[in-house]
């Protein structure tokens, strides 16, 4: 378990499956989180329970889930993952989800981001992390660019949402720059906190 100042990231449980059920089949959400991608939702409980039997079965050496709870409630408000991570370039992909629209603006998303950020670059000592999002997603353009990530690149019209045609916009962050920031993802120091397994 990993602790911010408004979040906190813990192993990924069975139980959680019912919170990815109803996100998932929330077009607002879905519209946010991943530009509507029809990939993305809506889905059954089965898909659900499926797609939860092979997350709990994950590698930490290749990719986890997280849940995200609020830390001053242990309300369970989101999801965090990284994918694609390469020990030996040292990369990875991230992601985050707030599912709670109530907990939309109140800086919980860049919190879980910023911890998952410390663990990999600390933990994993790797030394370059990455994300996109679309181009009308200026919520997560802002907050991606306060956490330290850089704007490298567009894929110009690759994602559609409601009828329109939006840039899918990339960033990344190297190790250098994040340890240049010299602000810590937790009040605890990283020697002292637990990394949350990946089952």
Avoid: Q
Avoid at 41 to 61: K, Q
Wanted: aromatic share 8%; charged share 25%; net charge negative.
């Amino acid at each position: 378990m990993i602790e911010g100042t408004s979040t906190r990231l813990r192993a990924l449980r069975s139980e959680d499956a019912e919170h990815h059920l109803r996100w998932r089949n929330d077009p607002e959400v879905v519209r946010w989180a991943a530009a509507g991608d029809p990939c993305f939702g809506p889905v059954t409980s089965e898909a659900i329970a499926l797609a939860f039997d092979t997350m709990l079965r994950l590698s930490p050496r290749e990719s986890a889930v997280f849940t995200v709870e609020d830390l001053a409630g242990g309300r369970v408000i989101g999801m965090a993952d990284y994918r694609d991570l390469d020990p030996y370039a040292g990369v990875a992909t991230l992601g985050i989800t707030i599912g709670e629209k109530e907990f939309w603006g109140r800086g919980h998303g860049s919190d879980a981001l910023r911890l998952l950020m410390d663990h990999l670059f600390g933990a994993y000592g790797l030394h370059r992390l990455e994300l996109d999002t679309w181009g009308g997603n200026e919520r997560a353009v802002r907050a991606f660019t306060r956490l330290g990530f850089r704007e490298e690149g567009r894929l110009r019209s690759a994602v559609l949402v409601a009828g329109e045609r939006h840039d899918r916009v990339l960033f990344g962050i190297l190790r250098e720059e994040w340890s240049a920031l010299a602000r810590p993802a937790s009040n605890v120091p990283p020697a002292t906190r637990t990394a949350a397994p990946a089952r």
